[in-house]
């Protein structure tokens, strides 16, 4: 009984040589492996990486050109801010020079008479 | 009750204190205006739009470097300006109601002048918070004109002062006149 089983282990697990092509077929299930992984990934993948990539860009340049003209046209007010400071400061200045000139001028005037009286 | 009504004079004082240090005016909207104007400048600066400003003011140029020093301290300038061409057609009670505004403790009027021949007036303050300018007002007046500019934060007159002679700021020889300002008439 136990010399038959032996037999047919031996039988069953004899050590047998691989097909001359099974490297080949091995390879070729690899590739085809790859190949159907590949296929798996959707064809727009690609295009919209890609289009999100130059829209992110053009997102940045329109941030990047409205930022530069509020930035101008801040600056151009600070400079508009300080011009009307400016002229009303003169404004000011004018009046005060106007009503002190004309005293000024009487004292001048007056100043040889009284030098001579 | 009690410790409600103590909570809510606590508010009241904090309030009080924010409206005091705040140097920035209620300026009214002077709505049809703009039509009837035949010039009109308005000019709406926050903090974070002069921090913009600086970032474009020119360091190595003198005139751009001593407005982007000027406005280094600034937390806001207001400018409402109106030109016309017939006399007096701007509502007087508008502009009156900034003067009143003007009228705290925190703001003293540090220049009034008033022209009878040019028919123009021009009042010039300074809000102070612990003896340090936070803030300056102009008012001026004239039969086709009238311009109001708030500007809010540090502002240094020593730096203003540097700025004469440039954007058309005169050169105005401040010490040297202080005494007359201060008896400029009415």
């Known amino acids: ?110 100043a040889p008479d009284d030098q001579g009286a | 009750m009690k410790s409600l009504l103590a909570a809510l004079a606590v508010l009241l004082l904090i309030g009080q204190r924010a409206l005091a240090a705040d140097a920035r005016l209620v300026l009214p909207e002077f709505r049809g205006l703009e039509d009837k104007a035949s010039e009109t400048v308005t000019i709406t600066l926050d903090a974070k739009l002069i921090k913009l400003a600086a970032g474009f003011l020119d360091a190595s140029k003198p005139e751009d470097a001593a407005a982007k020093d000027v406005i280094s301290g600034l937390t806001g300038i207001y400018v409402r300006s109106f030109t016309f ?21 925190s703001w003293q009027r540090v220049v009034e002048v008033r022209s ?3 028919k123009s007036a021009v009042d010039v303050y300074l809000s102070l918070d612990r003896n340090l300018a936070n803030g300056l007002a102009i008012i001026a007046s004239e039969p086709r004109e009238f311009t109001i500019v708030n500007i809010v934060g540090s502002v240094d007159l020593e730096k203003l002062h540097r700025l004469e002679g440039r954007f058309g700021i005169p050169k105005l020889e401040l010490e040297a006149k202080a005494p007359e300002d201060k008896a400029a008439r009415r």
Do not use: C
């Open chain 2, 85 to 105: 061409d017939t006399d007096f057609g701007y509502p007087l009670g508008e502009v009156d109601s900034v003067r009143k505004q003007l009228a705290t403790p």
């Open chain 1, 1 to 110: 009984m136990s010399h038959d089983l032996e037999r047919q282990l031996r039988a069953a697990l004899r050590a047998v040589d691989a097909p001359p092509d099974f490297s080949q077929r091995v390879l070729a299930r690899i590739e085809r492996t790859q190949a159907r992984r590949l296929r798996a990934l959707p064809t727009w993948l690609p295009v919209a990486l890609a289009a999100s990539a130059i829209f992110g860009a053009l997102l940045t340049h329109a941030w990047h050109v409205r930022q530069e003209r509020a930035g101008l046209e801040a600056r151009q007010q600070v400079i508009d801010a300080l011009r009307v400071t400016g002229e009303k400061l003169d404004l000011a200045y004018r009046v005060v020079n106007a009503e002190l000139q004309p005293a000024a001028d009487s004292s001048n005037d007056s």
């Open chain 2, 116 to 118: 009878r021949k040019q």
